[in-house]
């Protein structure tokens, strides 16, 4: 029987700010996470066994006068796919991917544009495994 893995995580606060570009998104309200791979410390996830995954993530714009927000899931340093949430206050936007991971491969988000958007159960960081090999 294959291992259950997946994980699904949200922010504490609500009201995410200062951010950076390239910033790795730490989500330390851990809902859910079997097979422990994903770590709320650094917001990393870690692939404990190899097989095909999906992630999702979902995120709404701040009410800041320039609120866009873009956040990306990033796979092993390399970009996965983006979500994007602007130009109006209190956009959402979500973004799902399927990908294969390896045994030791890592999934995180990171911020590629914007400087704030609303934590809790606004924004969202999910992934599990499908298939394995």
């Not at 922010?11 to 859910?32: G, H, N, W, Y």
């Not at 009410?63 to 796919?81: A, M, P, V, W, Y």
């Not at 799902?96 to 924004?123: I, M, R, Y």
């Amino acid at each position: 029987m294959q291992q259950m893995i997946g994980f699904s995580v949200r922010m504490k606060a609500e009201d995410m700010r200062d951010l950076a570009p390239t910033q790795v998104v730490s989500f330390d309200d851990v809902i859910s996470n079997a097979g422990g791979g994903y770590d709320s410390s650094t917001g990393v996830f870690t692939a404990p066994a190899s097989g095909t995954y999906v992630f999702y993530l979902q995120t709404l714009n701040h009410n800041t006068r320039d609120g866009r927000i873009f956040l990306d899931i990033i796979k092993n340093g390399e970009f996965l796919s983006r979500v994007h949430a602007g130009w109006s206050p209190f956009e959402n936007g979500s973004t799902l991917s399927v990908t294969h991971l390896e045994k030791g491969d890592t999934v995180n988000v990171q911020v590629s544009f914007g400087t704030a958007f609303w934590g809790g159960v606004f924004t969202t960081f999910s992934g599990f495994r499908v298939s394995s090999e």
